[in-house]
């Protein structure tokens, strides 16, 4: 298979570069030699151009764009870990009151749960406290 393939493929080169001498002959044949002396000047001068002024301004364009992109993804990323923590926060002293909180029938007098005074969430207790007394009295 690989002496075929490569038989394919110089074929091929081999009628590409005919068909190119060809045109390159007939084009000769269409302009003077200071033509084509000017035109090989302007194509140099243009595939300079690219090289070295077109190509690096578009590459640090891309480039740029490519760090503003990422750059806000940072933000954006960093803003939202920063209000991860606080609502995490938020749920597990949540959860602690409630689970600390004593059950309804455990109230004393003074209106704070026992549990709630002993582990140092007296007022936060004692406001789910009410509410659950006030919850059941409306029914």
Do not use: H, Y
């Not at 455990?106 to 709630?116: E, F, Q, S």
Request: one cysteine or more; charged letters at 20%.
């Amino acid at each position: 298979w690989r002496a075929q393939l490569s038989a394919i493929t110089s074929i091929f080169l081999a009628a590409l570069g005919a068909f190119t001498l060809v045109i390159c002959l007939l084009l000769s044949a269409a302009f003077t030699t200071e033509e084509c002396v000017t035109w090989a000047a302007a194509v140099g001068k243009s595939l300079l151009m690219q090289l070295f002024v077109t190509d690096p301004v578009f590459a640090l364009f891309v480039l740029g764009i490519k760090l503003a992109f990422q750059w806000s993804l940072l933000c954006v990323d960093r803003q939202r870990q920063m209000a991860r923590p606080e609502n995490a926060l938020e749920r597990s002293q949540k959860k602690d009151v409630e689970e600390r909180a004593a059950p309804d029938s455990a109230v004393p007098k003074d209106g704070a749960p026992a549990a709630a005074k002993e582990t140092g969430f007296g007022r936060v207790a004692t406001a789910v406290q009410l509410n659950r007394l006030l919850q059941q009295e409306s029914f």
